[in-house]
């Protein structure tokens, strides 16, 4: 037998039944629908619990080399510089271990003698890496904490070194566990004896050290002030120096863009870091790369005063090319950095467009990235629209409006929302001579067709531009004998008129009163539209 | 051959039971025996002109039941039967059915008719039994037809229409349809009931019409005929019919009505003013119907923000404002007499009041103008109808409007609304306390600084309410309502939180008194106050009426004790004793998380016993919204007593079992699985012991067709609770659940993305699965991760499928990303060869990092950091 076609589905019930009518009078569903609602609520909680569950399962170890169940690892450190490389593996360690054992462990921590010191560090490092919770928050006490904090400055002996490794490897496991964890942490007093091993001759040493200290500061603010007021932003910065190892420039980079997420606490450290940063970004290292760029990123997250130490470290000029790096690790937080920097005053935007950015933003538009960046371009875009004549003058010499009528018409939505931004701004504040080349490329258009939609502050937005536009329609007006307003005419033309009336209707006082405005100003009595205006009356004349 | 079956079908009406049950065995036996020839029997008895009309009708409806149900499981089955049945029988069936729509009997005909189309609802999709639009249309254009035979025949194509979808019928059988019925309504067909027909037909085919109404020639005619038929003076059956299609009209084809919308207001203004009430309705019902779809296409303007498609919006109730809602009050004075005691009246005044709601919520404040003076210069009249349609109205427009234009009103007619809560007619007093409910709802504002309810009128509002909640039970219902919205307002209302405080006893005392009223004969009163109560509780201000909620909760299971202790006799006593189980378990799920979740933990800890010996007993008395009830209130139960809950666990189980087992009513299984979740984020591993159960029996709803569907994605959440909740213990359910996983994922690939319902249970479906998949890989993760290595590929494809074909909300992108973070975090290292030549990972999480959703962007960079460690490992 063929195969039978699938029943075509149930079509809706088309009428609203007199009954369906009938509950809504004098309706008070609420009232009745009690069960449907409890239900809900219940249904709610139950989804923040379970994420509740998840979230504090996944934070047990994100983010920690703790997370690699088959390897005892740590960050990527060169292979020659790894202590444990011929370990046993460790799952026979952590599933063996029991109290007994646990406790051989910690009087071995506590002991005098190096080796069983370093033997039993490594052992906790291993619970702490593989073994399921109940191990671990045995071993996450204040006591082993302290212990392992203290071994972190043991004294010197050919294997002072390994042991400061262990030590600080298994605090960066617990300091990628919970929050209460990190607290054991840093209340142990972690921090300054960390900051101090960034001084070690090793840079194996010196490498865990910055791991753990990275992760301490994406805990929270108070953590890296924490990190900060012990000179630990210092000293990262010192690590900084042309005999570093690639994997140490790494992790440094990694860990200082994790302190740049807050603000820091005075100017010149920022002015310090940027020195640093502006050296970083001309790296081959695409991760060292990226992670410097998203350092930049936070930094203009902050506020104008980051914003403008960021263009006097004179690095916008090397960020806008980078928004041609091939790689979007690179690009989208170099875009989002670049965002914020155009948001800015109009002096900084100048920079920007000195520096070419339009040329770049235009690439970004137009070829094959993704949506998001795309996405930043144009809001880039957009911002830079919003400022002087000048820099209205640069998007039009750089043939952009073309380019922004057309995203306007077929770009995503996001995408086209921010192209209609870009018009709007560009129209509102640009010069007469300005706005009659905005018209020739077609921006009447393009804001008449925005006049339907529905996001107020746009549609204000594109109302303004509107009205700059018949402005200087009416000093045309002069010069045309016929004594017709032309962008007026235009408007009309392109349904702009209509979409202009039907806003009438849209429920805004704002734009209610501007459409009015322009209705009145440039449109003589409803009927008469068509004909030629009246104005200026013979007395006039 | 068709078998003689004429005396079993009319001893199956018989009235003694003996011979009834054995000619329905009989029957039944033939119908399993032979089901063509059954099929066949009842068709030539239904045409058969000799047969008695009580044979023939029961052969009609026998067959009609052989064909369609409403179950969708069970018509599916009919189907397949009938598409199996033998070609030349169903010939055979089919032609007999023509046959009988020229019979002289009446009912015969509308039976056949009906049996025609179930029958094409069928065949036609197939793409079989193509000539039968041909031949029904070949009976109505014969010049010659009798009346009824085009009567039944008009009546035939009109289910046909109703049956079939619109792509399943080729465009010129559309059109030949269309022109047939068009041609049974004009003046030029002199039998009514043909026209009626027709009318109706005409009504099921607008579906159809999609072409034909997109031509300017076409629509224009089509129109004219129904308007004139909406004033054709036969019957005002015809005119009632001709108003529906129009209904129709304005919500299907919308787009363009605008150059008849001047000739449509005449019409419907006239109705409403002149005709018959029947027809009148309808035409308040198509303004009903155009403010709704007006509403819809703002709230579609909104929500797609599309420049190159927008949704036609012309804003026809605005433009129409000022002689429509004259129109609409005026209905509001034709009430009936004790029209709100009665559950089935629908008149005009109900109508357009309804109708005057939905015009303000269209356009908001520009109705106020036009209703306020109505409403004061009736509100004091001293005939009642003025003043309750006063009242109506302005009841009617508290929503839409801003509450800056209501506001004012309602505090200067606030003190007018108390008092009128002693008029001396019922009516009125009903609707007044249906207006102070919508006050207190759209308008009263108590967080504000300045709410129209405040300390110097509060104690007076109190009086009045508290009066008369004791009023007759339809009055009762409504001031319920009011105080159910007076007390939602004081919800998080800052320092306003406290206000309803010193009234809480009375309040509570006043409820639990109305849901005990004896001469409460509508059961809604009792919902009411139950419902009433809880909202009164849960806004409460928690702090300083802990003590009054702990005693209520005594009270609530002293009275679920009592219904345990009815005495049951009929199935009507069983049905009032589980309805009022639900109500009070309602109450108690409310005061276990009103105290639970405060500094009253340690009352519901100390009364936790005694609650689950009485949730134990209800289950006993077994009704599945008990059930539900009792189910709702122990998940709420577990998340207070913790670990604690083990205890009660074995006398449990059982019922639990219970509900995962119930798959006819699918809500029962659904809240059962959700319960599963609570007692495992309870329990912990303690819930080990049952694992064994519950996963077998979740492992069979996943795979019974007859369940719901919507159950399928809480279980798929509910696998990854469990393994949560054991760890490393879920091992031997893996390689059972896994598959299922796996499975489901695909075939979400194969649904059907046009249809927004099925896009929504494609998204709750993956939602169910990532979560499942999240819930093992962090439950296995500290111990035995390598279990998840074989099933780690296909999640990763199944995060890229998902991530490639755009359907999916933001819910599950997070799902999606926080999944492929926990794969990471599970595998570390192993990740490396699932990522190995794929890069849409990192335009899914660069795209989740620039996220304006919070939560998504936190997953993102959480996942972000996991795959980068794991990929330097």
């Known amino acids: 037998m063929p195969p039978s076609p699938s029943p075509s589905p149930p079509r809706p019930a088309r009428r609203t039944p007199e009954n369906a009518r009938k509950k809504a009078y004098k309706e008070q569903t609420d009232v009745t629908n009690g069960r449907r609602r409890r239900e809900a609520q219940l249904l709610q909680l139950r989804k923040s619990r379970r994420e509740d569950t998840l979230s504090k399962r996944r934070r047990d170890d994100a983010s920690s080399p703790s997370t690699e169940p088959e390897s005892d690892i740590g960050p990527a450190r060169p292979e020659s510089d790894r202590p444990s490389s011929s370990d046993p593996p460790p799952l026979a360690c952590a599933t063996d271990a029991d109290s007994n054992k646990l406790l051989g462990i910690i009087n071995g921590l506590k002991s005098e003698n190096i080796s069983l010191q370093l033997e039993a560090t490594i052992k906790i490092r291993k619970i702490l890496s593989v073994d399921g919770n109940s191990l671990a928050e045995e071993v996450i006490t204040a006591d082993v904490v302290a212990r392992l904090v203290e071994l972190l400055s043991s004294k010197k002996n050919p294997r002072g070194p390994q042991l400061q490794v262990e030590a600080a490897w298994a605090l960066t496991n617990i300091t990628a566990g919970t929050s209460e964890h990190t607290e054991v942490v840093t209340n142990a007093g972690a921090v300054p004896k960390l900051v101090k091993l960034l001084e070690s001759p090793r840079s194996d040493v010196r490498e865990q050290a910055m791991w753990a200290l990275g992760n301490i500061a994406a805990e929270s603010q108070r953590c890296r002030e924490l990190v900060i007021d012990h000179g630990g932003l210092v000293q990262l910065l010192s690590q900084f120096n042309e005999h570093a190892k690639v994997s140490n420039l790494r992790m440094a980079t990694w860990t200082l863009s994790n302190l740049c997420f807050g603000k820091l606490p005075s100017k010149s450290q920022t002015k310090a870091v940027l020195q640093i940063l502006q050296q970083l970004l001309n790296s081959i290292d695409e991760k060292i790369l990226s992670d410097t760029c998203w350092a930049v990123s936070y930094l203009c997250n902050h506020g104008t005063d980051e914003i403008q130490m960021v263009i006097e470290s004179q690095i916008c000029c090397r960020l806008v090319k980078l928004l041609m790096h091939s790689s979007p690790k690179v690009v989208t937080p170099v875009i989002l950095a670049l965002a914020n920097v155009s948001a800015a005053d109009d002096c900084q935007v100048q920079f920007l467009i000195d520096s070419g950015i339009l040329q770049c933003l235009l690439k970004l538009l137009t070829r094959n990235y993704q949506k998001c960046i795309r996405n930043q371009a144009c809001m880039t875009v957009s911002n830079i629209c919003a400022g002087t004549a000048a820099q209205i003058q640069a998007i039009i010499d750089a043939k952009m409006v073309p380019l922004l009528i057309q995203l306007s018409q077929h770009g995503e939505s996001d995408i086209k929302k921010e192209a209609i931004w870009a018009i709007a701004n560009a129209t509102s504040g640009g010069s007469p001579d300005q706005i009659r080349s905005l018209v020739g490329d077609g921006c009447i258009i393009a804001l008449c067709n925005a006049l339907v939609l529905s996001d107020a502050d746009l549609l204000y937005a594109c109302l303004n531009g509107l009205e700059s536009i018949l402005k200087v329609g009416e000093m045309e007006k002069m010069k045309d004998e016929a004594g017709t307003n032309p962008y007026a005419v235009l408007m009309e033309e392109c349904g702009g008129l209509d979409k202009l009336e039907n806003l009438q209707g849209f429920n805004n006082d704002a734009i209610f009163e501007k459409t009015i405005k322009l209705l009145e100003s440039y449109w003589v009595e409803e009927g008469s539209e068509y004909e030629a205006p009246k104005e200026p009356s013979p007395d006039d004349t | ?873």
């Open chain 2, 1 to 873: 051959m068709a078998m003689e079956i004429t005396q079993a079908l009319l001893a199956a009406q018989s009235p003694d039971t003996q011979t009834r049950t054995a000619a329905e065995a009989s029957l039944k036996q033939f119908q399993e025996q032979n089901l063509p020839q059954f099929l066949l029997s009842l068709s030539v008895e239904l045409s058969n002109e000799q047969k008695p009309p009580e044979s023939r009708r029961l052969a009609g409806i026998i067959l009609k039941n052989s064909l369609d149900a409403k179950d969708s499981a069970r018509k599916e089955y009919l189907t397949q039967q009938w598409v199996s049945v033998d070609p030349s029988i169903k010939f055979q069936i089919k032609e007999s059915l023509l046959r009988t729509l020229g019979s002289s009997a009446a009912e015969a005909r509308h039976t056949s008719s009906q049996v025609i189309a179930k029958v094409a609802s069928i065949e036609i999709p197939r793409k079989e039994w193509q000539d039968l639009i041909g031949k029904l249309l070949g009976n109505v254009t014969q010049t010659f037809a009798p009346g009824f035979l085009k009567q039944a025949t008009l009546e035939a194509l009109g289910y046909v229409c109703e049956e079939v979808a619109p792509q399943d019928l080729e465009q010129d059988q559309v059109n030949a349809i269309l022109t047939a019925v068009v041609q049974g309504m004009t003046s030029a067909e002199p039998n009514s009931d043909v026209r009626l027909a027709a009318i109706r037909a005409l009504y099921n085919a607008l579906d159809f019409a999609q072409q034909n109404f997109e031509n300017q020639v076409e629509r224009n005619f089509i129109m004219k005929v129904v308007c004139e038929t909406a004033v054709s003076k036969e019957s005002a059956e015809i005119r009632q019919a001709a108003f529906e299609c129009l209904v129709a009209i304005a919500s299907i084809y919308y787009d363009y009505l605008e150059p008849y919308m001047q000739t449509l207001f005449n019409l419907t203004a006239e109705a409403v003013r002149g005709d018959e009430e029947q027809v009148a309705l309808q035409a308040i019902e198509f303004w009903s119907t155009l403010a709704e779809e007006e509403m819809e296409r703002q709230d579609d303007c909104v929500a797609l923000d599309e420049l190159n498609s927008p949704v036609l919006h012309f804003h026809f109730i605005d433009k129409a404002l000022e002689s429509l809602v004259p129109m609409l009050l005026e209905t509001l004075l034709k009430q009936e007499e004790d029209q709100d005691q009665d559950d089935t009246v629908w008149n005009l005044s109900m109508a357009g009041g309804t109708c005057l709601g939905l015009v303000s919520k269209t356009v908001g404040d520009k109705v106020v103008p036009l209703v306020m003076p109505f409403v004061e210069r009736n509100i004091a009249k001293a005939d009642w109808h003025s003043r309750e349609a006063a009242t109506f109205a302005f009841g009617s427009i508290l929503e839409g409007p801003s509450v800056e234009k209501l506001s004012p009103l309602a505090r200067s007619g606030f003190e007018f609304l108390l008092s009128a809560m002693k008029d001396q007619n019922s009516h009125v007093r009903d609707t007044t306390a249906w207006t102070l409910g919508r006050v207190f709802e759209l308008v009263h504002r108590p967080a504000s600084g300045d709410p129209i309810v405040n300390e110097k009128n509060l104690p007076g509002i109190m009086t009045v309410l508290l009066e008369s909640i004791r009023d007759v039970p339809n009055v009762a219902e409504k001031v319920c309502g009011a105080l159910y919205f007076l007390a939602q307002g004081y919800e998080d209302a800052g320092p306003a939180s406290k206000a309803l405080t010193p009234y809480y006893e009375s309040i509570i005392a006043a409820l639990l008194s109305t849901a005990d009223r004896v001469d409460v004969s509508n059961v809604r009163l009792r919902a009411s106050a139950y419902e009433t109560l809880n909202e009164v509780v849960r806004c409460s201000y928690a702090p300083e009426t802990l003590n009054t909620t702990a005693q209520l909760l005594q009270e609530i299971i002293r009275r679920v004790i009592q219904t345990v202790e009815l005495q049951v006799v009929s199935s009507d006593d069983k049905e009032k004793q589980s309805d009022l189980q639900a109500l009070l378990c309602g109450v108690l799920q409310v005061i276990i998380q009103k105290l639970g979740s405060s500094e009253g933990k340690s009352v519901i800890l100390q009364a936790a016993d005694q609650m689950m010996m009485v949730f134990l007993r209800v289950f006993g008395c077994r009704s599945s919204t008990v059930h539900e009830e009792a189910m709702l209130a122990i998940g709420a139960l577990a998340y207070v007593t913790g670990a604690d809950f083990a205890k009660y666990m074995s006398e449990f189980y059982r019922f639990l079992e219970m509900g995962l087992t119930n798959f006819e009513e699918y809500q029962v299984c659904s809240i059962s699985v959700g319960v599963v979740g609570d007692i495992c984020r309870a329990l912990d591993d303690k819930i080990l012991p049952y694992c064994d159960g519950i996963m077998t029996i979740l492992l069979k709803d996943l795979s019974n067709a007859m369940l719901n569907r919507s159950v399928k994605p809480p279980i798929f959440s509910c696998f990854g609770d469990i393994a949560l909740a054991i760890g490393e213990k879920f091992d031997k359910y893996l390689i059972y659940a896994a598959p299922m996983m796996q499975s489901a994922s695909e075939m979400c690939m194969h649904l059907d993305t046009t249809d927004d319902d099925m896009v929504e249970y494609i998204n709750q479906l993956r939602r169910g699965i990532f979560e499942a998949y999240s819930g093992m890989l962090q439950g296995f993760k500290n111990s035995n991760s390598e279990i998840m290595i074989p099933y780690a590929r296909s999640l990763v494809q199944f995060i890229e499928a998902v991530f490639k074909d755009n359907i999916s909300d933001d819910l599950v992108t997070k799902a999606a990303v926080a999944a492929l973070g926990d794969v990471a975090d599970a595998l570390g290292g192993g990740i490396k060869v699932l990522l190995a030549n794929s890069s849409f990972y990192n335009e899914l999480l660069s795209e989740c990092l620039l996220s304006e959703d919070y939560t998504l962007k936190e997953t993102a960079e959480w996942a972000h950091t996991l795959i980068q460690h794991a990929l330097q490992s």
